[in-house]
């Protein structure tokens, strides 16, 4: 199984501040037939299901703020919000689809300081 | 619009059965391979199952592979999760997902499953 690994569990970030999440993957999702990582991030507030924000590694989902991305191939990803706002609060995962079983990231909790 | 309505769930003892639904509305049910993804309480996602969009490929977690069973009824445009051998540790809200080539854009509510003597 492929073992995703987020870093840091929980995060504290002033309102306008960038705030940076990484995730590891224990071997590369880049589908090499289509040259896409196949690695996804999602915001979960609470209460609620989770929102697929970025798609193949970089590209936003429809209707997500343009504040959200997503870089990285291989292994190595990280999504940015660039200016947090309030309503950002939330846990966010990654997920690699690559190959079955689906994992997911731990997920980090990210809050205003 | 997109649409997935979990029922099914609810409070059970180890060792009994439930059967999860997943109603789909608002999109062309039988071309998507569908997931089932659950969430114990303050802990992170854990993919339980997939089946194709016809039917013909079923993936599951070893968690719950031969306990668990995935199946879908095309002209019902519902998914089910048939759970039998129920532990404590199945304990979870159950999300059905619509798959895609992206991942999971699409994700229900969720069914919360208690199995607790």
């Known amino acids: 199984d492929i073992v995703m690994t987020q870093s840091p569990d929980s995060l504290a970030v002033s309102l306008g501040e960038r705030a940076t999440i990484n995730c590891k993957s224990s071997q590369s999702v880049l589908d090499t037939s289509k040259n896409r990582n196949s690695l996804s991030w999602y915001q979960q507030k609470a209460g609620q299901p989770p929102k697929l924000l970025i798609y193949?590694?970089?590209t936003r989902e429809s209707g997500v703020p343009d504040r959200f991305s997503g870089s990285g191939s291989g292994t190595d990803f990280t999504l940015t919000i660039s200016s947090l706002q309030a309503e950002d609060v939330a846990v966010y995962f990654c997920q690699q689809y690559y190959t079955t079983p689906i994992t997911f990231g731990q997920g980090t909790r990210l809050e205003i300081k | 619009q997109v649409q997935l309505v979990e029922s099914g769930g609810g409070v059970v003892q180890p060792g009994s059965s439930l059967r999860l639904s997943c109603a789909a509305s608002?999109?062309?049910?039988?071309?998507?391979?569908m997931h089932w993804v659950r969430q114990a309480a303050g802990k992170g996602l854990e993919w339980v199952a997939l089946m194709s969009y016809d039917g013909s490929n079923t993936n599951y977690a070893d968690s719950v592979k031969g306990r668990f069973t995935i199946s879908r009824d095309n002209s019902k445009n519902t998914l089910y999760l048939q759970m039998n051998s129920l532990r404590t540790e199945d304990t979870a809200v159950y999300y059905c997902?619509?798959?895609?080539?992206?991942?999971?854009?699409?994700w229900g509510q969720g069914s919360p499953v208690t199995v607790s003597s």
């Open positions: 193949w590694a970089s």
């Open positions: 608002g999109f062309i049910f039988n071309t998507y391979t």
């Open positions: 997902a619509r798959g895609s080539i992206t991942g999971l854009p699409t």
